[in-house]
């Protein structure tokens, strides 16, 4: 059985934050990132090619990086670099994803939330609003939705993410 589901909810505006991340360790080109993140998340995320670059020229278009025609392996490629606002904005991404994951695994862990009761019991009114409910403060910060970007027909699939779960 296939355990690998394509693009799922909730890795919106999560690209970004692993190529700003990792760009900001190091320059590198598009598909040394796509390498890069599959390695550093043990392939538990794979994002394909054309993600990948559609990510890359809205991040430079929007001032968060910068790119350079360098020769690397006795290739050109284009290296891409992390401006001072893209730090800037890596900063803010991160920290949302943190709150993210510590309300998430709150959630998942049945921490209990202030006025909640123990057991899986949920407050009246919450029950048919659901986890949104428990989770609107933390959700304010989200990142702003990733938006599907690369050429239809491309080789690499467009922006298709797998995630092994």
């Known amino acids: 059985m ?15 934050l692993l190529v700003l991340q ?4 190091k320059p ?6 796509v390498q890069a993140i599959a390695a550093a998340t043990q392939s538990a995320l794979s994002f394909g090619e054309g993600c990948i670059y559609a990510v890359l020229h809205r991040l430079e278009h929007e001032g968060f990086l ?3 025609r360098e020769t ?13 606002q893209g ?6 991404r991160a920290s949302a994803w943190e709150k993210v994951v510590r309300a998430v695994g709150q959630v998942l862990h049945n921490a209990v939330p202030h006025g909640e009761v123990r057991h899986g019991a949920v407050p009246h009114g ?3 609003q659901g986890v949104d409910a428990i989770l609107q403060p933390e959700m304010s910060c ?3 939705p990733f938006r599907r970007g690369g050429r239809e027909g491309s080789r690499s699939g467009g922006g298709n993410v797998a995630l092994t779960l």
Request: glycine letters at 8%; proline letters at 6%; a positive charge.
């Open 28 to 33: 590198r080109y598009g598909y040394e990132l």
């Open 142 to 144: 989200l990142l702003p």
């Open 126 to 128: 919450h029950a048919a």
């Open 2 to 16: 296939d355990n690998k589901r394509t693009n799922p909810d909730y890795v919106n505006g999560l690209p970004e």
């Open 22 to 25: 990792l760009l900001a360790r």
């Open 66 to 68: 910068t790119s350079t």
């Open 72 to 84: 690397v392996g006795g290739r050109s490629r284009v290296v891409y670099h992390v401006t001072r």
């Open 87 to 92: 730090r800037k904005q890596l900063a803010e």
